[in-house]
């Protein structure tokens, strides 16, 4: 089974700074990743997804996120967030044969003025 | 195509009552999922479906709960003898079939959710 452990619960930061939300899973077998984000009374919207080829992948909102298999993580960063990036965001993994997604608790990232 | 609709958004219900969420997915997707997702947490697989066909239920699916996708287009997730545990948001979600590792394998477009409170 795959598990998906998101490191921070609550991500506190001030606009215009950089942000790296963090994320880990296990898996003893092959597996994509994603990320998606979650605005108050919404449905998950996906932010980025690595499922083969280059390990670092661009998303929306000028998020992108690094695969390193080698420590079993996909950590999600921007280089500058705004007040609108405040949302919960949610690390999810997926067997590359297989369909159900199995997700982290997920992120609180709160963006201050 | 205007995504993956759900309905109703919202549903208050006194415990013991049965309640039923209908969910419509992208049109050319023929995989559709149900998760559950209560607050603070993140969304937790209850079953999916590749066209009508019900291929994996979670063990969180107890007994009072079905879903059904009878002509593999819209799916109903019906709670029988609702709990006050059973308020959650429920979400659905509809996926491309692909074979092999082809890009969009496995990504999900999710709708926006029926939030369930059981009083």
């Known amino acids: 089974a795959q598990s998906v452990t998101q490191l921070d619960s609550q991500v506190p930061v001030f606009e215009e700074a950089p942000v790296e939300l963090r994320c880990n899973y296990s898996s003893s077998v092959s597996v994509y990743l994603f990320w998606y984000v979650q605005y108050p009374n919404q449905g998950l919207q996906l932010l980025l997804k690595?499922?083969?080829?280059?390990?670092l992948v661009k998303g929306i909102n000028g998020f992108e996120a690094e695969f390193n298999k080698s420590q079993t993580s996909f950590h999600v960063r921007k280089p500058s967030v705004h007040i609108s990036d405040t949302a919960e965001y949610f690390c999810?993994?997926?067997?590359?044969?297989?369909?159900?997604?199995?997700f982290g608790e997920g992120t609180q990232l709160t963006v201050n003025p | 195509d205007t995504g993956v609709s759900q309905d109703p958004r919202h549903k208050i219900t006194k415990r013991g009552q049965n309640v039923t969420f209908r969910c419509d997915p992208i049109?050319?997707?023929?995989?559709l999922y149900w998760y559950r997702q209560t607050l603070g947490q993140g969304p937790e697989f209850l079953t999916y479906?590749?066209?009508?066909?019900?291929?994996?239920k979670s063990r969180l699916l107890s007994d009072r709960f079905s879903a059904e996708r009878p002509k593999g287009s819209f799916s109903t997730l019906e709670i029988q003898r609702t709990e006050q545990g059973d308020s959650a948001m429920y979400l659905c979600?509809?996926?491309?079939?692909?074979?092999?590792?082809?890009?969009?394998?496995?990504?999900?477009?999710f709708g926006a959710g029926s939030r369930l409170t059981v009083l």
């Open positions: 049109s050319e997707h023929n995989r």
């Open positions: 979600a509809s996926s491309p079939r692909t074979s092999g590792r082809a890009l969009g394998a496995n990504v999900l477009t």
């Open positions: 690595y499922l083969s080829g280059s390990t």
């Open positions: 999810a993994v997926t067997r590359t044969s297989g369909s159900r997604l199995t």
């Open positions: 479906f590749q066209n009508e066909a019900q291929l994996e």
